[in-house]
């Protein structure tokens, strides 16, 4: 296959969190570090504010070590080599976020589904060289994708050549954990950016504003929502892509094709309580379609989304609907 011009981008400005004069706090203290393959910027306000950042960093750190199918010894690299793990062996952590998947797999009728290892990595992904891979090689690949070939009962088992990948959960699942761990810590307030994760906690009087992407343009926003405690995730065609004659291939695959989504979004923004279910859901939507998307969404009162068409045309949920302010040039469907 003749890559003339591949290029792949990363767009880090995901979801900005707009910051108002009472948040910003004299003892806000903040970090920026790499992790997960994405850029993790952490602000905490608070008078411990200082030793829950390094605590959140270290939990960042170790449980990246346990979920990621790119670390050697990895609890996820593991089971991805022998096909099996007993609950024993494997930490606490990852037989939850494993069971957490398998549920979420089943709920969106596999539009959500982390055994599609195997097609992450014929497209590149995780590696440094992506490619466009050939029709015959995603055939072969999918009789090794699908929720079916995972069995979690007394351990973990799966039938031969399946490939786990946490990619669209686990970014959400560790954002859980460390506003679990900050409850430990004397803190007014926190906002946690994990790629295109954000978190939000806090008793300030006011309700954070929180700056949703233009996929478009990705430095400038099509609106933004406010909301307090509680997680906005985004899930879209820009953040992560290469381009092969022209065309856009982006890392959000639809796992009973193999190849990148293609219904009409170019992003989908989950507002929840969770991170862990806002993660997997916005990529889950992604791959539903804005019809079948808003319909779930509907009938989940637990979560409320933004879609973004690939017109541009924006729709939200009517939970959410009244929190949105959107920019003077964006069509809102209604
Ligand atoms: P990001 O990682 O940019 O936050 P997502 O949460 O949508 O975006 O996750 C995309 C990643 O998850 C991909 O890089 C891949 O590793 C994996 N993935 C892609 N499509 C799916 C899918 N339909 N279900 C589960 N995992 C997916
Ligand atoms: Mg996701």
Same mark, same amino acid.
């Given at each position: 296959m003749n890559i003339k011009k591949a290029a792949f981008c990363y767009a880090l @400005? *995901? =979801? $900005?969190?707009?910051?108002t004069s009472c948040q910003v706090m004299s003892s806000t203290k903040s970090i920026d570090f790499f992790a997960m393959d994405t850029v993790i910027s952490l602000k905490i306000s608070g008078k411990q504010a200082d030793t829950a950042l390094t605590q959140t960093k270290k939990e960042i750190k170790r449980l990246e070590g346990i979920f @990621?199918? /790119? =670390?050697?010894? @990895?609890d996820i690299s593991m089971i991805n080599q022998n096909f099996q793990a007993d609950f024993e062996t494997i930490h606490p952590e990852t037989k939850e976020i494993l069971q957490l998947s398998n549920h979420l797999s089943e709920e969106t009728n596999g539009c959500f589904? *982390? /055994?599609?290892g195997n097609f992450v990595k014929l497209w590149g992904f995780t590696e440094e060289t992506k490619r466009v891979p050939s029709p015959i090689e995603l055939q072969q690949a999918q009789q090794h994708v699908g929720n079916a070939h995972l069995k979690l009962a007394d351990g973990i088992l799966l039938e031969q050549q399946i490939q786990l990948d946490l990619g669209a959960i686990a970014k959400g699942y560790i954002t859980d954990q460390v506003v679990n761990l900050l409850q430990q810590y004397d803190i007014d307030s926190a906002i946690l950016s994990i790629g295109g994760n954000v978190s939000v906690i806090g008793n300030q009087q006011q309700p954070f504003q929180v700056g949703i992407a233009n %996929? $478009?343009? %990705?430095? /400038?926003? =099509?609106g933004s929502i406010s909301v307090s405690n509680c997680a906005i995730v985004t899930s879209g065609d820009y953040q992560r892509y290469f381009e092969q004659d022209g065309i856009r291939y982006h890392h959000i695959l639809d796992p009973k094709t193999g190849y990148p989504a293609n219904q009409g979004l170019s992003s989908v923004t989950v507002i929840c309580e969770s991170a862990a279910l806002a993660d997997a859901y916005a990529t889950a939507l992604f791959v539903m379609g804005l019809d079948t998307g808003i319909q779930f969404v509907e009938n989940h009162p637990e979560i409320e989304a933004i879609f973004v068409t690939k017109e541009g045309q924006v729709k939200c949920s009517t939970g959410i609907d009244s929190q949105f302010t959107p920019h003077s040039n964006v069509q809102v469907i209604s």
């Open positions: @400005s *995901i =979801i $900005m969190v707009l910051f @990621s199918n /790119t =670390i050697e010894h @990895s589904d *982390i /055994t599609l %996929p $478009m343009q %990705p430095d /400038t926003l =099509i």
